[in-house]
């Protein structure tokens, strides 16, 4: 089946640092990816949709300028928290849909803010 | 607004018995609903997937059913093993809409 890779796993950072997840379709190309957020025994959150070449679609409530995504090829999507704080702890999810329309999702990045 | 619900939370299964997990949506213009298995850390895994012109739908040891009359969907897991032991999530879209409503979720642990 596809193969959606994210990098990193997990990360710790500062308050006040930006940090930058990958997503990355492996093995088919993805116009659209995919972003959620999920706390712990709680179900995914969709933050956003990013299109390949054009802005991404964020989901009411969700800060654009500090969830900033980029979608610059058909196979990578990033997601940078921008001066991130505790609150933004959480498991970021990538997700993509492959040709056959299902979705296939990254292992998912922990981010702890300190 | 639209949702997709979970009956329970939590489900303990003694290993080798068959589990069921169900789950409610509300969106009658749902078509494609889908059953993920999360394990701890890690993104969600594909298991099955049913569209609504179909009742049931098999795969390994797993079947969805589908009731459209009562908008409930149900995740059958069959000879449970330890490695079943997650969580597990429905989802729902609808056609034209790109986006994935996820459900709240529901623990399943298989005892040994």
């Known amino acids: 089946g596809a193969v959606v890779s994210q990098h990193p796993s997990w990360v710790i950072c500062k308050s006040g640092t930006s940090v930058k997840i990958e997503c990355r379709s492996l093995?088919?190309?993805?116009?659209?990816m995919f972003w959620y957020r999920q706390f712990p025994k709680q179900s995914l959150m969709l933050m956003a949709t990013?299109?390949?070449?054009?802005?991404?679609?964020?989901e009411q409530g969700v800060e654009k300028d500090k969830f900033l995504i980029n979608h610059a090829s058909l196979t990578l999507s990033t997601l940078t928290v921008t001066s991130a704080h505790p609150e933004d702890s959480s498991f970021y999810i990538c997700?993509?849909?492959?040709?056959?329309?299902?979705?296939?999702f990254g292992s998912g990045t922990q981010l702890s803010v300190l | 607004g639209e949702s997709v619900g979970l009956h329970l939370p939590t489900l303990s299964v003694q290993e080798g018995d068959n589990s069921i997990i169900n789950c409610a949506y509300s969106?009658?213009?749902?078509?494609?609903f889908i059953w993920y298995k999360q394990e701890s850390g890690k993104g969600p895994q594909f298991i099955i997937d049913?569209?609504?012109?179909?009742d049931k739908r098999q795969g390994q040891r797993v079947t969805v059913l589908l009731n459209k009359t009562v908008k409930h969907l149900s995740l059958q897991i069959a000879a449970t093993q330890p490695g079943d032991s997650a969580v597990y999530f429905c989802?729902?879209?609808?056609?034209?809409?790109?986006?994935?409503?996820f459900g709240t979720g529901t623990r399943l642990t298989i005892i040994p």
């Open positions: 990013s299109n390949e070449g054009s802005k991404a679609t964020y």
């Open positions: 969106n009658s213009a749902s078509d494609y």
């Open positions: 049913i569209r609504s012109n179909m």
């Open positions: 093995d088919f190309q993805a116009t659209t």
């Open positions: 997700s993509a849909r492959g040709d056959n329309e299902k979705l296939f």
């Open positions: 989802a729902e879209n609808s056609f034209g809409n790109e986006k994935l409503t």
